[in-house]
Every structure is written in C-alpha cells, then in structure tokens.
C-alpha cells in the first residue's frame, strides 16, 4: 500500500490519516477513520499492547519506545487480527451461501453447523464484557445510516441477529454479543480500505492515543514500576492440589 499525498492544515488528525491513505477522497471516508480511530483508541489497558506500553512505560522509558513495545504485542495472532479474520469470515460465509438472500433464519442455521463443526464465529464475545459492545452499535449505526445496501453489511446484520440465540444456546458463553472487530473490517472496506492486513496499522495508530494517554496518566499518579507477582513452588503446588479437587 503506497500514497503519495502529504498532510495537509486544513484537516485533523484522523482526517489527515485518512487523506494520506490515498484510498477514497470522500468526506464520508474521513468521518470513518475518524470514527474508527476513536473507537478503537479508548482502552483500559487489560489487553496485550496496552499492558505492554503500561509494564515498559512504567521503567520511565520513553512513550515511543514504550509504545514500540505494545506495537509488538500486535504481531501475535491473538492480538491484533480480529478485524480481518471477522471480515474474512463473513467474506467465506457469503461465498458459502452462494448468493442466498443472508435472513435470518438462514444464518441460525448456518451457525448452528459451523459450531456442529467444531468452528468458531469470530467478533462475538469479550473479554470483559457481558452485553453487545457499544463500539460495535456505533459502528453499526453509522453504516445502516450511509451504506445500508452493502451485501457485507446486509450479511453482518443479519448474524447480529441470528448469532447470539445460538451461542446462547450453547449454555457456554458467557457474552454471545458481537463486539467492535465484528463490524470493523466490513465498513473500512465498503470505502475501499480493502488490504485487510493492514487494519492492524490502522489499530495501532488508533491505539496510539489511548496507551499514551494512559502512560501520561501513570506519571501523573506516580505510579510504580510493574512488577509480576512471584509466588513460591509450594504456592503453586497447593494451587494445582486445589484446582484438581474441584
């Protein structure tokens, strides 16, 4: 992916990324990234880049270098790639369904045997939370506002519906609702954002604000270095003993 358009004074930081990209000279292509860039940037810190910034940030060490370190928290394939593989799924469930009109009775259906399966739907869950992530309404929002015809759009609402019932099912999930990766990658590439490898750019430059603003935070409080808990071999030994009598 190569642009060559510079930055310019007249836009803001979100709407300069987007100019930059070089990928759709739209105001409403400015809006998402904006959107997208806030969405994604507000963090309490619990996931693997915004801890690693906060454990390096927490020696002192400069913001960039200490961000650095929670950008390579994203090259693991748990972190970091949940917009594409969501979108890449429903890409495969649309090839799937071979041009069927995605109701929802069709998609109830179509999760009950991809779990039959032994397969998992990406972009439903959390870790933390236990209703539909309001980052995802927002986005959802935006899109049946300016795009509702969207095939990919169209299919994704439809298993907004359809999905939750069956993970509910399911009896083992504690949050069946769909969070912000669900909807990500779908509404950055109706806009022609469509190198899916690159939405882990687009979210570290996104989480940029967030871990620093959370690294300006600790300073302010004067917090202390992080440091793991160490715990003794017998600790562990009663830990286990414990855990196999449940």
Known sequence: MASTLKLTKKLDWAGNYAHMLGVNPTEDFKDVTRLYLMLHADHEGGNV???ATHLVGSALSDPYLAYTAGVCGLAGPLHGLANQECLRWLKDTQSTLGGQEPTVELLTEFAKNTLAAGKVIPGFGHGVLRKTDPRYMIEREFAMRKFPDDPLLKLANACYHAIPPVLQQTGKVSNPWPNVDALSGTVMQHYGLDQEDYYTVVFAVSRAI??????????????????PKSVTSDWLTNAVTATSKL
């Open 210 to 227: 967030g871990c620093v603003s959370n690294l300006v935070w600790s300073r302010v409080m004067n917090m202390p270095i992080e440091r």
């Open 49 to 51: 880049s915004a801890h």
